[in-house]
């Protein structure tokens, strides 16, 4: 079965960095999509970047692009999340979460699409 859990969080000010990590219980011989998700006070759980198992392919949403970057550690069956120049609207619970990829279908960030998820890390970046 597979379990996800995130660590890594804290608080942070505005232009900091924080590096979160899931720790992820796969499958062998099975290709995932994994992902980080996060969920503000008051706002719906945003997808910020998904990466392929097989090809380590990433996508980013516009929100993150160019200061958060996404990588695996496929030995330690970990995934990162490296964020910097963090901002006060980046505060959220993250989630990694997995879906099995099926072929070379393509995985969007989606919260629907993903049926495991972490407990979620915090992050607060004060101004």
């Known amino acids: 079965q597979v379990r996800l859990a995130e660590s890594g969080g804290g608080s942070v000010q505005a232009g900091g960095s924080l590096r979160l990590s899931c720790s992820a219980s796969l499958d062998t011989d099975t290709t995932y999509c994994l992902a980080w998700f996060r969920q503000a006070p008051g706002k719906r759980r945003e997808g910020i970047v998904r990466?392929?198992?097989?090809?380590?392919?990433?996508r980013y949403a516009d929100s993150v692009k160019g200061r958060f970057t996404a990588s695996q550690d496929s030995a330690n069956n970990s995934l990162y999340l490296w964020m910097n120049s963090l901002k006060p609207e980046d505060t959220a619970m993250y989630y990694c979460a997995a879906r099995r990829r099926w072929g070379n279908e393509d995985c969007y960030l989606q919260e629907f699409q993903y049926s495991r998820w972490g407990q979620g890390t915090q992050v607060t970046v004060s101004s």
């Open positions: 990466i392929y198992t097989d090809s380590g392919d990433t």
